[in-house]
């Protein structure tokens, strides 16, 4: 019988057990949470990295955790984890307001709240911990994901159209397409494809 491959999401909950004692010395403890590998809702352009859901959403009271796929270093991975645990402990009531500020500073994480990331202390207790859990499960089972605007990324030229006598341009929803450039409102005549139309 083949083994079962480890999971990102396993890996994530193994890491919050070894980030667990960070919080219980800074007098926080880390409630029951569910770990996974995906696109922020609040995601844009790939900006945010990471999530957490208040127990009030999710239907057996568990803050629900999501760890952007733009990530794949263990250490930002665990960074962006310790973040979303902070709003775990706070259940996402102040979200970065005061009590989230006090619960991040205790545990390490140092700039703007909102962006709070692991300052020179907690980061290197938490490249300790990604060695650990490569000694122990192996790398993080992930590799890195383009995703916001860069996934729509193209070669083909954006279709437009362009009056051959005052130049006037418009660019060109993909779907009117079919029916053929508009006509100047200026000149009064059909206006010449720019860019990609596709094949004619």
């Not at 300052?119 to 590799?143: K, N, V």
């Not at 890195?144 to 006598?165: D, F, Q």
Request: glycine share 6%; net charge positive.
């Amino acid at each position: 019988m083949k083994s079962i491959p480890l999971t990102r999401e396993a890996w994530l909950l193994f890491a919050v057990g070894h980030i667990a004692p960070i919080f219980t010395e800074a007098g926080y403890s880390i409630p029951r949470v569910r770990v996974a590998c995906a696109i922020p809702s609040t995601a844009r352009r790939g900006s945010a990295v990471g999530q957490c859901w208040p127990t009030s959403r999710s239907q057996d009271q568990v803050n629900e955790i999501y760890i952007s796929p733009v990530h794949a270093d263990p250490v930002e991975v665990l960074d962006t984890l310790t973040h979303e645990l902070v709003h775990a402990v706070d259940d996402c009531k102040n979200r970065h307001g005061a009590e989230f500020k006090k619960i991040a500073l205790a545990v390490g994480l140092q700039g703007k709240m909102r962006e709070a990331s692991a300052g020179p202390a907690l980061r290197s207790r938490l490249q300790t911990i990604a060695a650990t859990l490569i000694a122990e499960l192996g790398p993080y089972p992930h590799a890195k994901l383009t995703v916001g605007a860069a996934m729509y990324e193209s070669s083909r030229k954006p279709a437009r159209a362009e009056c051959p006598h005052c130049k006037f341009k418009v660019s060109m929803l993909r779907s009117h397409l079919k029916l053929g450039p508009p006509i100047c409102p200026k000149d009064l005549v059909p206006m010449e494809k720019r860019g990609d139309w596709g094949s004619d």
